[in-house]
């Protein structure tokens, strides 16, 4: 099928006339064809207006309707996955065999939510029967589920082309609630959001749901964005991307006359504790194990390690970090913003005092490919700069040397919220860890043991999220069929006639869902 370069608007195609953009390719400065025009307010409207018609239809489908919508979608990106791949490869700069991976994580988190519906958990559905003999007062029928909140903002990540843009995370999570989604797709990658919005879009048609299911909208972020987060129709927000942009659509939101959330992914530089006995002989492969996931895809990840903790008594892991990291070399960043970004970032350590450059790699002259580097500073220096806790979104990290294990948790205290908490630790450190594992469960959402952050399992026992600023609200989680309950709200019904009850809550139970009743649960 043909690249559409417009928006789609409820299975429309729409050309704007704010703006245009086209890709470009990050490694070379080519312009990518064909050229994508932007929309303004009027189409957020519409977009807005249509999801709304589409709601009430739209949520009352079963569990299996949805399952097998989103089933829809994942054959359709599959169906289209070489073009898909190798537009996101263009306008990326990624591999293909990471953005190979990243279409399969894709598809896989649709599916997950499909297998999420059938199961039917998420409904959460509590029965507690009428009691009229209890005394001294008669009790009522009281009946609860989830219900979707309604139509849902998302926006296109820059760093996930695939998994968490147009058909990612936060759209599949939202659509398997019963929300319908308009996509505010990111200006870096328009023709790989454009290729997997048509997917969706004969997915919507081919289910037969109504068109304002799904919508995806081409323009500038402070405004088509902005105006999206403001709309009265729009009751939900997902949002991966910088902290400053993520603060912007939070205030958006909480100064509507009806404030709605806003799941945000912002920042994160996912400390890592080394304890002593982990070093001695395994202290080269510790250094090369931490270099391999500080330059993992040029550290455009968030789950980078930015943060290490180490004792001060052994400069071994500095050295050998250091001298892997020199043998690193650059690799293209997903734009030439993101790359200067970088270089600030670096610049702005190279100049704070008490931090010292340890490392240094080779740029990539010409293919916004910068050097890797590594720093090293003391836990003092650290705990009175809170720069030093500024994300530098890129492979840089900075070394952190404290002097025993009440200098290493002081330290922890006084970290910000993190998407996750590395440690390795042997068996000699059991005490030590045990003792700062407390402090890294209230800062962090995921808390990993002798491994690496980069790679986030898609499962039901996920947790990718975190105290802010690493997310907007740290009681949930935007990876793993977790994320489902972001979109959704519970409602009882007291006393509700039979044959008014939803599906859900009846007594015969048509879905087949487990349920709690009178204090029991019930498969």
């Not at 996955?81 to 990624?94: F, M, N, P, T, Y």
């Not at 720069?387 to 009440?406: H, K, P, R």
Request: proline share 7%; hydrophobic share 40%; with cysteine.
């Amino acid at each position: 099928m043909t690249l559409v370069a417009s928006s789609i608007i409820a299975g429309h195609p729409v050309t704007g006339s704010a703006g245009q953009v086209r890709g470009v390719n990050p490694a070379t400065g080519e312009s990518l064809e064909p050229t994508f025009t932007f929309v303004d307010e009027t189409a957020v409207v519409q977009a807005a207006e249509a999801a709304w018609q589409a709601f009430d239809t739209y949520r009352s489908t079963s569990p299996e309707q949805r399952a097998a919508f989103l089933e829809l979608i994942a054959h359709h990106i599959e169906q289209d996955k070489e073009r898909i791949v190798d537009r996101a490869g263009l306008e990326s700069g990624l591999p293909q065999g990471r953005l190979a991976g990243e279409l399969g994580r894709t598809t896989g988190q649709l599916r997950l939510f499909a297998r999420e519906l059938r199961i039917g958990a998420h409904q959460e559905v509590r029965i507690n029967n009428a009691q009229p003999e209890r005394s001294p007062a008669p009790a009522p029928d009281l009946r609860q589920r989830q219900i979707p909140l309604g139509p849902v903002a998302v926006f296109g990540a820059s760093n996930f082309p695939l998994a968490f843009s147009t058909a990612g995370g936060d759209t599949a999570s939202a659509l398997a609630a019963g929300c319908p989604v308009i996509v505010k797709a990111h200006n870096a990658h328009p023709g790989t959001a454009g290729l997997v919005g048509q997917a969706v879009t004969r997915a919507v048609a081919e289910a037969g749901l109504p068109v304002g299911v799904f919508s995806q909208l081409f323009g500038a972020g402070s405004a088509v964005g902005q105006h999206l987060v403001a709309h009265p129709r729009i009751k939900a927000v997902g949002f991966t991307g910088s902290r400053g942009a993520g603060v912007a659509l939070m205030k958006t939101a909480a100064a509507r006359p009806e404030p709605i959330p806003v799941y945000a992914e912002m920042s994160s530089i996912n400390p890592v504790v080394i304890f002593p006995s982990a070093l001695g002989s395994a202290t080269q492969d510790l250094a090369a194990g931490f270099v391999a996931s500080l330059t993992m895809g040029s550290g455009q990840f968030c789950t980078n390690p930015g943060l290490v903790f180490v004792p001060a008594n052994d400069d071994g892991f500095v050295a050998a970090a250091g001298r892997a990291l020199a043998a690193a070399d650059g690799q293209t960043m997903l734009t030439a913003g993101i790359c200067d970004s970088y270089r600030q970032g670096v610049h702005r350590l190279v100049k704070t005092e008490g931090v010292t450059a340890v490392s240094e790699g080779q740029e990539i002259v010409g293919r916004n490919a910068p050097a890797p580097t590594l720093f090293l500073s003391d836990t003092q220096v650290f705990r009175s700069t809170p720069d030093l806790q500024e994300e530098i979104f890129g492979s840089a990290a900075l070394i952190v040397q404290y002097q025993d294990e009440e200098d290493l948790a002081s330290a922890l205290e006084s970290l910000q919220g993190q998407l996750t908490a590395t440690v390795h630790a042997g068996e000699q450190d059991c005490s030590g860890a045990g003792t700062i594992l407390p402090v890294l469960e209230r800062k962090v959402g995921r808390i990993l043991f002798n491994g690496w952050p980069t790679g986030v399992e898609v499962n039901d026992s996920m947790v990718h999220g975190g105290p802010f600023p690493a997310t907007s609200d740290s009681r949930t989680t935007s990876v793993g069929s977790l994320a489902i309950y972001r979109f959704q709200r519970p409602v009882s019904y007291q006393n509700i006639p039979a044959d008014l009850l939803p599906e859900a809550l009846q007594d015969a139970n048509p879905w087949g869902l487990p349920r709690r009743v009178d204090g029991v649960l019930q498969d």
